[in-house]
């Protein structure tokens, strides 16, 4: 299994839920490929944002090996499943496929929700990890079947 998250700048939303379930993968012992990407370009190779690598190392994960990079139309072909944080996010990956198979590929990361991008408020990134602690480990439980 291959599962790309993305987010917009690939610095906060995707880079936990990247880490996140790269531990939980690895905790289950499943040898699944796990990478972020962001739908804009401003942050390319840069690490993931301070207060994100904070809160992930405060429950015990790092990401500061990550680095972003901007989504592009061959992570179709690369990955079997990709995530999305939000519902722009969601437009602006679909609007790269070519068929309707790499549609189908895409998925809200939480369906029928989001996960609110903590940029600009230090006290969100918390939430938005346990947000995505807790979908994370309900999609391990889906996909493990």
């Not at 291959?2 to 880490?19: E, F, Q, T, W």
């Not at 904070?54 to 901007?70: S, Y």
């Not at 790269?96 to 990361?109: D, G, H, I, R, Y």
Request: proline share 5%; glycine share 6%; aromatic share 10%.
């Amino acid at each position: 299994m291959k599962i790309l998250m993305v987010c917009l700048g690939n610095i906060c939303r995707s880079p936990l839920a990247h880490g996140v379930m790269e531990d939980l993968v690895k905790q289950k012992g499943f040898k699944w490929e796990i990478d972020s990407a962001g739908t804009g370009s401003w942050h390319i190779g840069c690490q993931p944002d301070r207060r994100s690598i904070a809160v992930a190392k405060a429950n015990g994960i790092d990401i500061t090996n990550q680095r972003a990079r901007q989504f592009s139309s061959a992570d179709f072909e690369t990955f079997d499943l990709i995530l999305v944080m939000d519902k722009q996010n969601y437009r602006d990956v679909i609007a790269q496929a070519k068929t309707p198979e790499q549609e189908e590929k895409v998925k809200l990361f939480i369906p029928d929700g989001f996960v609110p991008d903590p940029y600009y408020n230090d006290e969100e990134f918390p939430l938005v990890f346990d947000l995505v602690y807790t979908q994370c480990e309900k999609l391990l439980q889906e996909l493990s079947k």
